[in-house]
């Protein structure tokens, strides 16, 4: 059974940091691109960062870059977000996502459940 769950969202001040974890089981990461991505209330889901499985380069969102950073950890099937320098846009639900290719359509891949990160003073 495939499994996607993300943990570590929560309530933070601008300019604070927080780092997402999403626990994968059912599947191996190095078989896949692997990444995180947002909604935000109203608006649609886009993506964040993203590694790509099949040279391990690593995308980054301009909203993302310079202050977000990507990694994983293939012996426990774990990938992070490690979110630094927190604005109150970057308020959404994060989803970590295992999909063929960092791009494409949202529709196709395996998905977590999300978790709520809100940014506010």
């Known amino acids: 059974q495939v499994q996607l769950v993300e943990s570590g969202g929560g309530l933070v001040q601008p300019g604070g940091s927080l780092r997402l974890s999403c626990a994968v089981s059912g599947l191996t990461l190095d078989d896949y691109a692997t990444g995180w991505y947002r909604q935000a209330p ?3 889901r886009e993506a964040v960062s993203c590694i790509a499985s099949s040279d391990g380069r690593t995308f980054v969102s301009d909203s993302a ?13 774990t990938l992070y977000l490690q979110m630094d320098s927190l604005k109150p846009e970057d308020t959404a639900v994060y989803y970590c996502a295992l999909r063929p290719y960092c791009g494409g359509s949202f529709s196709i891949g395996y998905w977590g459940k999300g978790t709520l990160v809100t940014v506010s003073s």
Not at 65 to 77: A, L, P
Request: charged share 40%.
């Open 42 to 44: 109203g608006k649609e």
């Open 65 to 77: 870059k310079g202050r977000f950073t990507i990694s994983r950890d293939t012996t426990t099937n």
